[in-house]
């Protein structure tokens, strides 16, 4: 719908989130996340949502069609390959 990253990088479903108390802390995890390795934020995603079900229909939007068959094989979704981890509260 908006320019930015989901649009760059075809990010159409959301299978991990996190609340935070304030911007501030949701600022701070997000720096965090943002240095562990890709195989800890599939491990994160995995431990909460293990079939990568897209969280988004808990909030009333439609369900997106399957993954196309012709489409890579591995089950990490574009999001996660941009999404970091805390070094310091996780694996990494």
């Given at each position: 719908m908006f320019d930015g990253?989901?649009?760059?990088?075809?990010?159409?479903?959301?299978?991990?989130?996190?609340?935070?108390d304030t911007i501030d802390a949701a600022i701070t995890r997000e720096k965090q996340l943002k240095v562990w390795k890709r195989s800890s934020k599939t491990t994160l995603i995995e431990t909460d949502n293990p079939t990568w079900r897209d969280l988004a229909e808990d909030w009333g939007f439609d369900p997106l069609p399957p993954r196309h068959p012709d489409e890579s094989q591995d089950p990490e979704p574009r999001a996660s390959r941009?999404?970091?981890l805390d070094p310091g509260s996780g694996p990494g």
């Amino acid at each position: 719908m908006f320019d930015g990253f989901s649009k760059r990088y075809g990010v159409n479903r959301l299978v991990w989130f996190a609340m935070a108390d304030t911007i501030d802390a949701a600022i701070t995890r997000e720096k965090q996340l943002k240095v562990w390795k890709r195989s800890s934020k599939t491990t994160l995603i995995e431990t909460d949502n293990p079939t990568w079900r897209d969280l988004a229909e808990d909030w009333g939007f439609d369900p997106l069609p399957p993954r196309h068959p012709d489409e890579s094989q591995d089950p990490e979704p574009r999001a996660s390959r941009s999404m970091a981890l805390d070094p310091g509260s996780g694996p990494g």
